[in-house]
């Protein structure tokens, strides 16, 4: 009898642990799709700042009157900065949202197969009931 109740109690824990698991994977997938998108896009600004830097250099060398654009270009290269900065933090949070969606389904499919080997977990078809 205690034999069967620490099967049912531990069924019950991974049925809820895989219930769980099920419900982070596509809130992770999705935060996953969200960085990589905000990675391409800040990828784009960087390149599009340096531009920008670059075509306000040549224009304070090619000017006639003395204006002075390199407080402007520093800003430029300073908000380049932070952008390669957030870069950075992105890819290593999307990186640790890679590992983290790939220990999901380690998990998923260990618990899975240790169910499975129990005899506890069957599979059915949608069909048949």
């Not at 080997?117 to 059915?124: E, K, L, P």
């Amino acid at each position: 009898m205690a034999a069967a109740t620490i099967v049912e109690s531990s069924s019950g824990k991974d049925a809820v642990a895989e219930g769980l698991l099920d419900l982070l994977k596509p809130a992770i997938q999705q935060l996953d799709l969200h960085v990589h998108s905000v990675r391409e896009s800040q990828v784009e600004l960087r390149e599009h700042i340096d531009s920008l830097a670059t075509e306000l250099c040549r224009i304070n060398e090619h000017q006639k009157v003395a204006l002075d654009l390199d407080p402007y270009v520093k800003k430029l290269l300073n908000a380049r900065r932070r952008v390669v900065l957030v870069n950075n933090i992105l890819q290593n949070a999307q990186e640790r949202l890679r590992r983290l969606n790939h220990n999901v389904a380690k998990e998923t499919a260990r618990r899975k197969t240790m169910l499975e080997a129990s005899g506890v977990f069957t599979t059915r078809s949608p069909s048949k009931p």
